[in-house]
Each structure stands twice: as structure tokens, then as C-alpha cells.
């Protein structure tokens, strides 16, 4: 397998969009190919990601013309990837796959997504079109319903009382707020307190309405390439250090929903791929669709045992000043999620922290970052590792 | 190799009060609702069998923002049936307000009900339910 890098990355702000899913990923992928010194020419594919465009904008078959739009060469193969949130992250890990093993040098992968352009109700339906469309969703099962159950087996399994899990994972939100605040490509970029969480609507208990990530148009790309390619290139290559995927079936099929067995699969495989551990870990954007599912993913990465991850971020130590820095973009919760164009994003920021380009985010000395994206309701996760050097 | 039992197999069965699953040839596991191979080994040798309606809830949520087409609120259990299988479905004759974490335990009999089908599903299915014993 050759050495493979990333090159150049680019995002649209992340919020609500006058402009198509095309013309979202025409910006973010001018952006990152125009950072990474090449022109769309030297594009030998493109690996791209959306769920729901025929839903957001009666458009399917949108590969093609995310190709066209960027001026790619008609022998670039363009090729539309879904799985669910994690959608972009499973393109990027297929796209560094086939350049490491020599069948492209140089390829764009990113994402696009109008969530927000559906209107709540149709964008709740449209998402739970991730779940099984026979024995789950025709309970009226939801996304946010999803981590509820996860957070109420949480509260049980390891006797916390609800109302202190609640003020913790209200500490999540705060803390991505912060972030999402000192990040001008964010979705929200205000901060909240612990009451703005714990008075906010019901979603579905016990989570409420800053419990939840928003509903979020964006586009992300980057540029991945063999890495003497890369070096050739910019001046800071950021390598592909280790990747894992794994799969997992139905909800109800999973069990224990405080473990997440197919994120424990694929951040195994990562470890491994990239002879790194938790310890070795310096940053990390992972995948915070609602508050507890970023208590639920700390442990599963061994940055704490389970069953007491809980209180990381109401303890500090996952914030700026703490030992393990989660999120530092604002996450999805205060970034937002695209859902086509999550994955990609994380990419990006865990690239320009590695690039030491992150200003007031910056966390500093930051040499190894992890991205953890997870589609559907547990059924899809993938993680990337990226070194600077 | 043809599916065991399919979803409209099943479906069929939960019109008539029974719930067809399948019993592995090879483990003895139960595999419910039905998947192409045995939930536990992975063996396609199952037959089709009738399972029982008893179990204890695992989870809980009540969902107060829903999904175009249902009306909110309304419960949804994760349930441990005591012949095996976890499965999914809505919590009836509780008041969806008054639950807490206490239904976590509970027993509960297994049942099933109407939803009415959208522009998606295109048809009328029955989905688990679940109350209290
Ligand atoms: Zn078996």
C-alpha cells in the first residue's frame, strides 16, 4: 500500500442555504482543490457524498453533475456514495483506499447535503429512512428517539440519576457551543449555558431540543493523493495514518445501546492501521448528533472507561484547556450536519488543526487527530486517523 | 436459496395474532422479526415457528417531535422477550407522559397494531407493541 495524503480541503459555511447541493459542493470543492496547487484536470475521480437530494431537491444521480460543475475530465469516474451521517467518511476511506493501492493518484472526495432546506417534519422522516423501514421506523422511531433509548439504558445500566446524566450531557452542548463560537464557518456561533439545554423543548425524552444538532446545509471536500504527489505539492501534507469501517444491523438487534460494538470494530482497525492508542490521540472531531452520543463515542475510543466518560465535559476535560480536546470546530451540534457533507467537514477541521491553521480553535501541538462518523442508527461507523508528519 | 419467512409472511401472521418467527436448526436460537440467517450463528437452516409474547423493556423514549404523518407524543420500547430476541415497538395503555425510568424492567405482553402507510411505505403495516403485564 502506498503512503497516501491529504492535499487541500475546503467547506461552505454550514447553516441554512439559498444555494442547490450542486452549487454548495462547486464552492467547497473549488476550495480544496485550489489549495492543493492542482487544477480540476488532474482529478482522476471524484468519490461523492449526499443522502436525501431526491427529497431536498428532486435531483438522484447527482455525481455526475457535481463533477461537471467543477470541470472534472469525463475519464474521472464520479461516484455517489450514502450511508446515512456518515456518508462522506465511508467516500473519503474508499477514495484513500484505491490511491494507496495505485489505481488513482490524485482524487476529490466530499459531501452535500440541503438538510435544512426540508422543513423539520419532512427532514424527520426523511432521516428515519435510516432505519429499518419494516420493524423499526413504523413506530414513529426517530433519530433523536435513537440516542434518547441510549441515554435512558446509560442512566440505568449504570445507576446515574437522569436529572445528573441531563446536567452532563447539557455540558456537551455548552461546550460545543463554545467551540461552534470561535469557528466562523459554523452553523450557530453562540454560546449557551446549561439552562438554555435543560429549558429547551422536548425532542424525545430524555433529549431536548440543544440536546440535538441542527438540521444543516453545507458542502465539504477534500483533496487525497498519493503523498510524494502531495509533497510536491503544499507545504503541509497531512498524512493518512490508519482507517476503520464497520457495520451493524437494526437497533433492536444491538442490545446494549451504551455500547456501540460497531464503533468499537472500526476504531480497533483504525488503532492498529495507523500503531496508535487512545494515549497517542491529540485532537479529535467525532460524531455528536446529540449530546450523549459524544459521552457514548469518548469511551468507546478508550479516552475513558465505560460507564465514566458521563462527566468529561462537565469536569473540563474535554474542552480547550482540557487532556483530550473534543470537538474543538463546535461538532455537529453547533457546526451543524449536512448529513452528505459531515464527514468530509470533520476531515477539514482535523486537517487545518493538524496545520496548525485553526486560530482561536487551535489546539496547540495538535500532531495526531482522529475523525469518527457514525450513519444510521449504529449501523454504520468510520474512522480516519490523520498525522502531520 | 429462498427467504424463510418474509416480512409479508410475518405480516400475515401478526393480522392473526401470532407471531411467526424462525427457530435455528443448528443453535436452537430464535431469530424475531425474521433476517435471511440465524440472529446468533449465522445458519440459514431455521424453521418457522410461533414465538411467545412475554418479555422485559430494555429501553424507553417518548417522542414529542415526529416524523411527518404520526402524532406525537408516543412511546417507543426496546423489549428483551424471554426467548431471546430483542425487538422494537410502541408502549400502549400508559400514559406517555407519566413515564419514567422505572418502566425500565417492567414486564410486558406482546401485541401488535395498525400504522397507517405513507407516500414512502405505500402501504398499511402493523408494528409491535407492547403493555404492561
Ligand atoms: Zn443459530
Not at chain 1, 474508499?94 to 493518484?105: E, K, N, S, T
Not at chain 1, 442512566?155 to 440519576?161: C, E, F, S
Not at chain 1, 488503532?271 to 468507546?300: K, N, Q, R
Request: charged share 20%.
Amino acid at each position: 500500500m502506498r503512503e497516501v495524503a491529504i492535499a487541500g480541503v475546503g467547506m461552505t459555511k454550514f447553516g441554512i442555504s439559498e444555494k442547490s447541493n450542486l452549487e454548495m459542493f462547486a464552492e467547497a470543492g473549488l476550495e480544496a482543490i485550489e489549495g492543493s496547487g492542482v487544477e480540476p484536470k488532474d482529478i482522476q475521480a471524484l468519490f461523492f457524498g449526499n443522502c436525501l437530494g431526491p427529497f431536498e431537491e428532486g435531483q438522484a444521480h447527482m455525481a455526475p453533475f457535481a463533477a461537471s460543475e467543477l470541470g472534472l475530465p469525463m475519464s474521472a469516474p464520479a461516484t455517489r456514495f450514502e450511508a446515512a451521517c456518515a456518508t462522506s467518511t465511508v467516500a473519503f476511506r474508499h477514495a484513500a483506499y484505491l490511491v494507496g493501492a495505485g489505481v488513482y493518484d490524485i482524487v476529490l472526495v466530499g459531501g452535500t447535503e440541503r438538510a435544512a432546506a426540508m422543513g423539520t417534519s419532512l427532514a424527520t422522516r426523511t432521516f428515519a429512512m435510516g432505519s429499518q423501514s419494516k420493524y423499526e421506523s413504523p413506530a414513529g422511531l426517530t433519530f433523536p428517539g435513537v440516542f434518547a433509548m441510549a441515554a435512558h439504558m446509560y442512566a440505568k445500566k449504570y445507576t446515574i440519576p437522569l436529572d445528573e446524566l441531563k446536567r452532563c450531557m447539557a455540558e456537551v452542548a455548552v461546550k460545543n457551543h463554545y467551540n461552534g463560537s470561535l469557528n466562523p464557518k459554523a452553523h450557530f456561533q453562540k454560546e449557551i449555558t446549561v439552562d438554555t439545554v435543560l429549558n429547551s423543548m422536548m425532542v424525545a425524552d430524555p433529549l431536548q431540543l440543544f440536546d440535538c444538532c441542527p438540521f444543516s446545509d453545507g458542502a465539504s471536500a477534500v483533496v487525497v493523493a498519493e503523498a510524494n504527489k502531495v509533497r510536491g505539492l503544499v507545504a503541509h501534507p497531512i498524512y493518512v495514518a490508519g482507517m476503520g469501517q464497520a457495520s451493524a444491523g437494526a437497533l433492536y438487534l444491538q442490545k446494549d445501546l451504551t455500547r456501540v460494538r460497531a464503533r468499537e470494530t472500526s476504531i480497533k482497525h483504525a488503532y492498529e492501521e495507523a500503531g496508535v492508542g487512545p494515549e497517542d490521540i491529540d485532537v479529535c472531531e467525532l460524531h455528536d448528533c446529540f449530546t450523549i452520543a459524544e459521552i457514548l463515542a469518548i469511551e468507546s475510543f478508550g479516552f475513558y472507561d465505560f460507564g465514566k466518560g458521563y462527566d468529561a465535559a462537565l469536569i473540563g476535560e474535554t474542552g480547550f484547556k482540557g487532556k483530550k480536546v473534543i470537538n474543538p470546530s463546535g461538532g455537529l451540534k453547533a457546526k451543524g450536519h449536512p448529513i452528505g457533507a459531515t464527514g468530509t467537514a470533520q476531515i477539514t477541521e482535523i486537517v487545518q488543526q493538524l496545520r496548525g491553521e485553526c486560530g482561536e480553535r487551535q489546539v496547540e501541538g495538535a500532531k495526531i487527530g482522529l475523525v469518527d462518523t457514525l450513519g444510521g442508527d449504529f449501523g454504520t461507523l468510520c474512522n480516519i486517523i490523520l498525522r502531520s508528519s | 436459496m429462498s427467504y424463510t419467512l418474509t416480512f409479508s409472511q410475518y405480516h400475515e401472521g401478526l393480522k392473526k395474532g401470532k407471531f411467526l418467527g424462525l427457530k435455528c436448526d443448528d443453535c436452537g436460537a430464535y431469530t424475531f422479526p425474521p433476517l435471511g440467517v440465524c440472529s446468533n450463528c449465522g445458519s440459514s437452516s431455521m424453521q418457522v415457528t410461533e414465538i411467545e409474547g412475554r418479555g422485559t423493556i430494555r429501553t424507553f423514549t417518548v417522542i414529542r417531535v415526529a416524523p411527518e404523518g404520526m402524532t406525537p407524543p408516543y412511546a417507543i420500547v426496546i423489549v428483551e422477550l424471554e426467548q431471546g430476541p430483542w425487538v422494537m415497538g410502541n408502549i400502549v395503555g400508559l400514559n406517555p407522559d407519566q413515564l419514567s425510568l422505572d418502566l425500565i424492567g417492567r414486564k410486558v405482553i406482546m401485541g401488535s397494531q395498525p400504522v397507517k402507510g405513507d407516500m414512502f411505505t405505500r402501504e398499511d403495516i402493523r408494528i409491535l407493541t407492547f403493555h404492561v403485564a
